[in-house]
């Protein structure tokens, strides 16, 4: 398990034995555990959207969430 990003608008943690991904958009108390080529594609996104930004709080995270806006159905309970 690798924490991959954790700003104020998302939390992102990478299961590379299981290839899988979990994404919970904090904005909306919702998430979703991703595998296979949905994880990879949305792996890929947050690449992308990390490496046009020097700070990752900045990282226009809309853009990326907006494919995987369905997804995100699980709520989030923080305790």
């Known amino acids: 398990m690798n924490i991959v990003l954790n700003n104020p608008v ?14 919970i ?3 909306r108390a919702r998430g979703a555990f991703l595998e296979g080529e949905t994880a ?12 046009r930004s020097d ?3 900045e990282v226009d995270f809309d853009l ?5 806006d369905g997804l995100l159905m699980q709520p989030a309970i923080y305790q």
């Open 55 to 57: 700070d990752d709080d």
């Open 40 to 51: 990879l594609r949305f792996r890929r996104e947050l690449d992308d959207a990390m490496a």
């Open 10 to 23: 998302l939390y992102v943690v990478d299961y590379p034995s299981v290839g899988a991904i979990e994404v």
């Open 25 to 27: 958009d904090k904005r």
């Open 64 to 68: 990326n969430l907006d494919g995987f």
